[in-house]
């Protein structure tokens, strides 16, 4: 009988069950089934890249899955029959990108998973109307490269662009630095090919700068996490590149005055691409590599970058140089050279890593509040780590309110790992207690299910789970995710 068939993960209790799956087989005769489904794809049921589709970049959590098959379709008409397949047969079906969400989202319990990697064309870019068609499977860095050599900019920046997909960005609206001024991914899509249960390719908007035909699924499907339907290609809105950009940062001796800074650049209507923020304890990971002047041992950090022409960049970075000069450590820093905000930016792409090699591993959440709760967030996290016997730390991105709050671990002992999951699972209550969310881009995935209805109370949760029910009736699509999953 079909062992494909039967597999549904459980949502993630917590303390996290490490084993997020049951075993999963497929015999022979599937397999050759799913092959005969993806001519121009191909399907791999054991080695090293079936291994690589049981995880996410929680893998470093020993977050791990497990599945019979890894298909990659190579058309839209692939995936749907794959789509269709899996509700012929009753089989879970886990949709993957480039496999760097933080949350395991693309994390499968049993079933297939089908990686969109295949779909990889930019189908059409017109610079004179700004805008792009594109697959799921083009990597970000790759929709960033031909926007800029056609003089323009798709904003949305994510970390891991090099491997991440635009599927994936799509499924979790995921944010970066630049969301602050630019919004998130989903500010930037127009339209979405999309395959629905149980096998069905449709279009939702398209390269329309406005759309209000129906209800809005366009925004239901972005940040859906595979759960609603599988995105094949998407229209994308670019802008023309700003002719240049200068960066401010300023260092201060406490999350009070840093926090202060951040909240005066937004009170004097300034209007920086990006707002970052840096904790004493990120800091001092990472700041033995700043790229530039820094005072001994600061506590707190801010990075605004200004852009726009020329004019506006120049008179933007003195009002913000001046603004957050108001209680600073010393001078603010500011850069408007291309190679110093290179070094700069290089810098900020390793923060994450810098903080994670302070003791070996690191489990980091997303959390989000309102701007004003930002230090309470901060100092928040810090007790919690405190209470825990774990140092703590966060940077984010300060001018959204979006925290990456870290509780730093010895990866190899596993009540340490155990505790950072109970404090992380604590900074989602702080979220909630400050008004705000449990997730601002990273997503639920399946590490945080057990907090949706926290989050949203029992009337939103069941209209979602109806939402739920509506795309997919099967309960097939990435179960176990995005929600608790429902009663079948
Ligand atoms: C170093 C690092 C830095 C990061 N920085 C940021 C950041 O700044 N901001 C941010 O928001 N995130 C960040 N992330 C998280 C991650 O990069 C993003 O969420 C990314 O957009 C995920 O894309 P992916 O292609 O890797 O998706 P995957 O990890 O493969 O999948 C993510 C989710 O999307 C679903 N999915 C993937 N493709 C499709 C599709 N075609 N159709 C339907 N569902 C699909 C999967 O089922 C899963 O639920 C970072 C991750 C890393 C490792």
């Known amino acids: 009988m079909l062992r494909l068939t039967s597999i549904h993960p459980r949502p993630m209790p917590r303390p996290i069950d490490r084993t997020a799956s049951r075993p999963a087989g497929a015999d022979g005769a599937e397999i050759g089934e799913l092959k005969a489904l993806v001519p121009l794809g191909e399907v791999v049921s054991e080695g090293p890249r079936l291994r690589a589709a049981k995880q996410d ?89 031909v926007a800029r050599e056609n003089g323009l900019v798709f904003p949305p920046d994510p970390g891991a662009g090099e491997q991440s997909t635009l599927g994936g960005n799509i499924a979790t609206n995921a944010g970066g630095p630049h969301a602050f001024r630019y919004g998130v991914t989903g500010s930037w899509v127009t339209g979405l090919e999309v395959v629905l249960p149980p096998g069905e390719v449709v279009t939702i908007g398209g390269p329309v700068r406005k759309d209000v035909a129906g209800y809005d699924l366009l925004h239901l499907l972005i940040g859906s996490e595979g759960t609603l339907g599988v995105i094949t290609a998407a229209w994308l809105r670019l802008v023309p590149a700003p002719e240049t950009q200068a960066i401010v940062v300023g260092f201060y001796d406490g999350i009070e005055h840093g926090c202060a800074a951040v909240e005066a650049v937004m009170a004097n209507g300034l209007q920086p691409a990006v707002l970052e923020f840096f904790d004493a304890g990120a800091l001092a990971a990472s700041v033995g590599s700043f790229p530039f002047q820094a005072p001994d041992e600061p506590a ?139 997730s601002g881009e990273h997503g639920i995935g399946m590490l945080k299910t057990d907090w949706v209805e926290p989050a949203l109370g029992p009337k939103v949760l069941s209209v979602q789970e109806q939402i739920k029910r509506t795309f997919d009736p099967k309960l097939l699509l990435n179960p176990g995710k995005k929600i608790p999953e429902p009663e079948p």
């Not at 395991?104 to 004179?128: K, N």
């Open 57 to 145: 970049a929680t893998g470093s959590r020993g977050i791990r899955g497990e599945t019979a098959a890894l298909v990659l379709p190579g058309s839209k008409e692939e995936v749907a029959a794959v789509l269709a397949w899996c509700y012929e047969h009753d089989t879970p079906l886990f949709t993957r990108g480039g496999g760097t969400g933080l949350a395991g989202g693309a994390v499968p319990g049993g079933g297939i998973v089908m990686s969109l990697e295949g779909l990889h064309s930019i189908r059409a870019i017109d610079p004179g109307l700004w805008r792009m068609e594109a697959e799921a499977g083009v990597r970000t860095s790759r929709i960033q490269r």
């Open 300 to 438: 707190f950090a801010v990075i605004a970058e200004a852009d726009g022409s020329a004019a506006e960049v120049a008179a933007n970075a003195a009002e913000l140089a001046s603004v957050m000069s108001e209680g600073s450590l010393g001078e603010v820093l500011e850069l408007s050279g291309r190679s110093d905000a290179r070094e700069l930016w290089s810098w900020r792409d390793g923060v994450s890593i810098a903080v994670t090699a302070q003791r070996g591993g690191k489990v980091s959440e997303d959390i989000v509040v309102p701007v004003d709760r930002l230090a309470e967030a901060i100092h928040g996290t810090l007790e919690i780590g405190e209470r825990h016997g774990l140092p703590a730390c966060s940077w984010g991105h300060a001018g959204d309110g979006n925290i990456h709050a870290s509780f730093l671990i010895d990866a190899a002992d596993a009540d340490e790992l155990e505790r950072a999951e109970t404090a992380a699972g604590e900074t989602f209550r702080l979220a909630i207690d400050l008004g705000g969310s449990i």
